[in-house]
DNA sequence: CAAGTGATTAGC
DNA sequence: CTAATCACTTGC
């Protein structure tokens, strides 16, 4: 079952982060079958205030608008030149707030992402945001889905996560974000082997 | 540890 | 139009 529209909706990006980690993250892969993993790393993006965010200060362009959409909506973008990172929107539609997925624990499929990723152990399958959408095929197409409704890539709801089991500390390349740098919005689960490197 | 890769953006 | 800048990964 996905997720419904107030998941995302309900609070701000911060919030939904604490909220996504334990989460299954699933993507169709033809013929019925799925790939899908436990997301154990995020970052919060915290809009028009956060230095960090490209929608700092409002800005809004072709790429950032559908941050601006009403929570639940797919942000997925381009970078350096051989990446996607994969985002999720949240809070209530014109706040330009999002979650970006950083890490996931391969559930399902597992043979289809060793294939997506020859020569990578299991540990490094999944534990990057690039990394996450190379086996998961995630890429421009999925940008502005509605993961609550009809899209093609959705979250699942599972097992809660103690507060205890999760880490926190500032977000990883974002130095030139000043103080906001600085600020605890990248949130992991301490024992997952699955988490990216940087910490 | 540095190169690479190309979309996106700001600045003319 | 052009140049600069990247929410990173990989192989040296």
């Given at each position: ?52 965010s ?33 985002n ?51 890429d421009?197409?999925h ?23 999760i880490?926190?500390?500032p ?29």
């Amino acid at each position: 079952m996905r997720l419904p529209r107030s998941f995302y909706t309900r609070g701000d990006a911060l919030s939904l982060a604490r909220r996504l980690l334990g989460k299954r993250l699933v993507v169709p892969a033809g013929a019925g079958e799925r790939v899908a993993g436990r997301v154990v790393e995020v970052e919060a993006y915290m809009g028009a205030g956060d230095r960090a965010s490209h929608a700092y200060g409002n800005r809004r362009t072709a790429r950032t608008e559908p941050m601006y959409a009403e929570g639940g909506r797919a942000y997925v973008y381009f970078v350096y030149g051989l990446h996607h990172q994969f985002n999720v929107v949240a809070g209530p539609a014109g706040t330009p707030e999002a979650v970006l997925v950083r890490a996931v624990e391969p559930l399902e499929g597992v043979e289809l992402m060793r294939r997506r990723r020859p020569g990578r152990p299991d540990r490094e399958l999944t534990s990057g945001p690039g990394k996450l959408c190379r086996a998961l095929c995630i890429d421009l197409s999925h940008n502005n889905e509605d993961l609550a409704e009809g899209g093609r890539v959705w979250l699942e709801d599972a097992a809660p996560v103690s507060p205890d089991d999760i880490a926190s500390g500032p977000r990883v390349g974002v130095d030139y974000a000043g103080a906001d740098a600085l600020l605890p919005y990248r949130l992991w689960l301490r024992d997952s082997p699955y988490v990216s490197r940087q910490k």
